[in-house]
């Protein structure tokens, strides 16, 4: 394996997750065999003083009585009374008594199946640890017997000098080494269960990731399309389930509706906008060449058509960068507190230079908005200059506004011909023109995106009515304002 490839794979999610599964799963197995090892080997602890202490107890009962039961006479020895007690009991498997007779070690008494050591000498380690310290008790480990809880009890000298003792004594190693051969076997069965956790956790963790995998792959393959002049975007995640995963999906996959939505609405931006500057710049430069041979008054002419060709390639590049600087969210707004009734007949006087005797103030709003008067006043005199083109000249041109749920509404109404409803949505698309003929030929396109671009500035949007044969209302509608919300 290459370094490249244990690089990916520490990175990867599915590696981790597999880890992390076994680490916990590890340190919950450890904690538990750790636990369990504790407190077995605690009982065990218990279990052996427990002992000790009945033995003791029960030695202590039988010397008090002082009868020989075989006899039914008192004891003349400690040796005698302490062969008669052994007589009668049965050690455990890990305990052995034995008596110290003036010093030296006589009796010994443990169980067939003991697992104490076979024999004990006035040498042995733990004997000569017993005979030479002054206590009672204790717990005794030595080389060759560890862990040996142990207790012993002076017995009447029966007239000697030399102290005689009873002497239990528990050997908990064997437990001890029992439990740690316990452990082994659970941490072997554990390494078995963690072999197998971790092939789960792998199988587990690619399902999960499944989805994941797959939404990198429709990402990468988007991102590394070379197989046209443009980059593919109608490929999506497919949606399993209603998980985070498959949320994450739809959301991915919303994503890209919105990203191949914007993508197209771009590339027709383009074409469109490509499509405009080159009437323009192809009209400038046929008049251009024919310079050169044209009459003074060809010449004339010509340089008066490339003005005019320059002049609208001028308010279309003027309009293309407000509409940029409107798409960046960037404020191109003026914004003051502006009296409708007074913007209005502002408007009024403008749009008579534009359709001489023919507009008409239809309705005022006694409100007051903040806003800024000179893009309201652009938006108005667009809606006059289209009403100008599309309505019959004796027909009237009715300015109004009006207050409105929130807001206040500017609008342009004519006589017209009318829209049609399908037509309505896209109107204030960029470059969106009419069917008609006249439609066609005259402006860019731009007026209309303008004025939403403007309404949406203010906080409002623009709309459009229409009804075929009879005529057109297209307006805006921004939020009223008021100084005491400003203040507010």
């Known amino acids: 394996m290459t370094t490249n490839a244990i690089t990916q794979m520490r990175h990867s999610i599915r590696w981790r997750i597999t880890a992390w599964i076994l680490a ?3 340190l919950v197995l450890g904690s538990v065999i750790y636990l369990l090892d504790s407190v077995r080997r605690g009982e065990v602890h218990a279990q052996a003083n427990v002992a000790v202490e009945q033995e003791i107890e029960e030695f202590r009962r039988f010397s008090a009585e002082g009868i020989d039961p075989a006899t039914g006479q008192p004891f003349s020895t400690a040796e005698s009374m302490l062969r008669a007690f052994f007589s009668q009991q049965i050690p455990g498997e890990d305990e052995l008594m034995f008596a110290l007779i003036n010093g030296e070690l006589v009796l010994q008494h443990r169980s067939a199946n003991s697992t104490s050591p076979e024999t004990l000498s006035q040498e042995t380690t733990l004997v000569r640890a017993i005979m030479e310290t002054n206590a009672s008790s204790g717990i005794t480990d030595t080389s060759d017997t560890p862990g040996v809880h142990w207790a012993k009890l002076q017995v009447s000298t029966f007239g000697t000098n030399d ?5 239990i004594a528990v050997f908990t190693q064997p437990a001890y080494d029992q439990l740690s051969q316990q452990a082994r076997v659970v941490w072997g069965l554990g390494g078995v269960g963690l072999a197998l956790a971790a092939v789960i956790a792998w199988v587990v963790a690619a399902q999960v990731l499944a989805p994941v995998r797959e939404l990198q792959k429709v990402a990468s393959d988007i991102a590394s399309d ?3 002049s443009e980059t593919d975007l109608t490929r999506r ?4 389930g209603d998980d985070e995963i498959a949320q994450l999906s739809r959301t991915f996959n919303g994503m890209l509706d919105r990203i191949e939505e914007a993508y197209a609405v771009q590339r027709e931006f383009i074409d469109d906008a490509g499509h405009e ?9 046929g008049h251009l060449e024919l310079l050169e041979h044209a009459t003074p008054e060809q010449r004339a002419r010509s340089v008066e058509l490339c003005t005019q060709e320059l002049d609208r390639m001028t308010r279309m590049v003027n309009d293309l960068l407000t509409l940029a600087v409107a798409d960046a969210g960037q404020p191109f707004l003026n914004l003051s507190e502006v ?14 230079m534009l359709a001489p005797n023919r507009v008409q103030v239809r309705e005022f709003a006694e409100a007051t908005v903040l806003a800024d008067p000179d893009r309201i006043t652009e938006v108005m005199l667009e809606f006059v200059r289209n009403a100008v083109k599309y309505s019959p000249p004796s027909t009237p041109i009715q300015l109004a506004s009006s207050v409105v749920e929130g807001g206040v509404s500017f609008s ?10 399908e037509a309505l949505p896209t109107l204030f698309q960029r470059f969106h023109k009419g069917n008609s003929d006249a439609a066609k030929k005259q402006g860019s396109g731009l007026g209309l995106a303008i004025a939403q671009a403007i309404a949406q500035a203010h906080g409002g949007n623009a709309w459009a009515e229409s009804t075929p044969g009879e005529g057109s209302t297209f307006g805006i509608t921004i939020p009223t304002h008021t100084p005491n919300e400003e203040q507010q």
């Open 24 to 26: 916990v799963v590890f």
């Open 163 to 167: 102290p005689n003792y009873f002497v």
């Open 226 to 228: 070379t197989t046209g």
């Open 237 to 240: 995640v497919p949606v399993r």
């Open 277 to 285: 500057l080159r009437t323009p710049i192809t009209v400038v430069r």
């Open 339 to 352: 009296d409708a009734t007074d913007l209005v007949l502002e408007i009024e006087d403008k749009a008579m």
């Open 412 to 421: 342009v109404n004519d006589r017209g011909q009318g829209i049609p409803a």
